[in-house]
């Protein structure tokens, strides 16, 4: 069956099924609800109301699990309320009075049925009136013999029309025209109701999913920067300040030997200068760590084309984006960049890279690909981790495709909208 003819099929059933569905809903709900609020005067009316709450939430269950099919994509599920740990009967039996979620899908079983009546008229009459009037040259000769062709012939006397050839010609332009709005008719009908119970049935559930996307975004930032600190304080100590302590010992040396052997001295002060130049250059990889002035100054495609420069391996940039994005999408942006590529000339084996930057509506894509031999992954340990925590402090996804023998692809997006 085509995809379009399949999702009109499944539009149509979620309309028609769910309408005896919520009938039941209501039938059960209802009078247990009502039972509840009269009797909980005497004390027992309680854990009644709780149980009315259950027998909607089962119904939520049910659709929550069709809405999928409907909408297109995943819905989130919401968290309901537990029973504190050694509670009573009694407590456990109240617990769905004092979760929210519980009475939401309580209105939902209430509210849903007159939406589930007018939705489930609205696409029985399409398809009756669809159906009914393509087929009419089918039946309508047996209608005529039995009743005559003037019972038949009332609607196609109004445009003049008065014999059953041209009659049956009338309705079947009418069904044609009502089957081209057929899908969009039902997708509507069922789409009108399923977002009523997106909204009442997963909203708090999207509302909590987000909260812990920014949980999770927040702890990796913190853990990516403290991961990035560690890794500075421990290159400086072991890198540069080693040099440089070696560098003012050797400069004491060459003051020492300034008066007894001049020559020895140049010797020692041309090692020094050798020595600075070292230092300076291994400063200046460190670096790539802090945000160089072009990024601020010139935005994130000039600051990528400086690290394509200085980069050990041959890099081909292709980055034809000169919007300006908020700090930290460009920061994260060019960190994950620089470490890329330091990881390409440090581990790959590679003769050369590409390195692409280019947008979407409101997404910004970062592509780093070389032709080393691979086998780069995102376990935990390995220096990619760190920058799959940097992609999700900005709510990023970051993807590695590296098979044993390369080549390797690394992909960054981040929204930027």
């Known amino acids: 069956m085509p995809p379009k003819a399949r999702r009109v099929g499944a539009f149509t059933l979620y309309s028609l099924s769910t309408f005896p569905l919520a009938l039941i809903s209501v039938t059960l709900i209802i009078p247990v609800l009502g039972l509840g609020v009269v009797t909980s005067v005497i004390g027992i009316g309680l854990p009644v109301l709780a149980l009315a709450l259950r027998i909607a939430r089962g119904f939520a269950e049910v659709e929550r699990r069709a809405l999928p099919e409907v909408l297109g994509h995943s819905v989130a599920r919401p968290m309901y309320n537990k029973p504190a740990a050694g509670s009573?009967?009694?407590?456990?039996?109240?617990?769905?009075?004092?979760?929210?979620q519980y009475w939401l899908d309580l209105l939902y079983g209430i509210v849903i049925l007159p939406v589930s009546v007018i939705m489930f008229a609205i696409t029985a009459v399409w398809w009756w009136v669809t159906l009914s009037t393509?087929?009419?040259?089918?039946?309508g000769w047996i209608i005529h013999e039995a009743v005559g062709l003037e019972n038949l012939q009332k609607l196609p006397k109004l445009v003049g029309v008065e014999n059953y050839l041209f009659a049956s010609?009338?309705?079947?332009?009418?069904?044609?025209?009502?089957?081209?709005a057929l899908p969009f008719v039902v997708r509507g009908a069922a789409l009108a109701r399923a977002n009523l119970g997106r909204v009442l049935l997963t909203a708090v559930g999207e509302l909590h999913e987000r909260i812990a996307d920014l949980?999770?975004?927040?702890?990796?930032?913190?853990?990516?920067?403290?991961?990035a600190m560690r890794r500075l304080e421990r290159d400086i100590h072991d890198g540069p300040q080693q040099r440089l302590v070696?560098?003012?010992?050797?400069?004491?040396r060459a003051q020492r030997q300034l008066a007894k052997d001049p020559n020895?001295?140049?010797?020692t002060i041309t090692g020094a200068i050798s020595e600075t130049r070292e230092t300076l250059e291994e400063l200046r990889t460190l670096s790539r760590g802090i945000a160089p002035p072009v990024l601020t100054d010139r935005g994130l495609a000039q600051a990528?084309?400086?690290?394509?420069?200085?980069?050990?391996v041959p890099v081909e940039l292709d980055a034809p984006v000169p919007d300006r994005f908020?700090?930290?999408?460009?920061?994260?942006?060019?960190?994950?960049?620089?470490?890329?590529?330091?990881?390409?000339?440090k581990h790959s084996r590679a003769d050369s890279a590409r390195l692409t930057l280019s947008r979407t509506a409101n997404r910004l894509i970062l592509t780093l690909s070389d032709n080393g031999i691979g086998g780069a992954h995102l376990a935990k340990g390995h220096g990619l981790t760190g920058l799959a925590d940097r992609a999700r402090s900005v709510e990023g996804d970051f993807v590695v495709h590296s098979p044993e023998g390369g080549p390797t692809v690394v992909v960054m997006e981040v929204p930027c909208g």
């Open 169 to 180: 010609a009338f309705y079947v332009t009418i069904g044609v025209l009502f089957a081209l």
């Open 326 to 345: 908020s700090a930290a999408v460009e920061n994260t942006v060019y960190f994950v960049a620089a470490e890329a590529l330091t990881n390409v000339a």
């Open 246 to 252: 070696h560098l003012a010992m050797e400069l004491s």
């Open 264 to 267: 020895a001295a140049q010797a």
């Open 215 to 227: 949980s999770e975004g927040r702890a990796a930032a913190a853990s990516a920067e403290a991961g």
């Open 304 to 312: 990528l084309a400086s690290l394509a420069a200085r980069s050990p």
């Open 134 to 139: 393509l087929t009419w040259p089918l039946y």
């Open 88 to 100: 009573g009967v009694f407590r456990r039996s109240i617990t769905p009075l004092f979760g929210g």
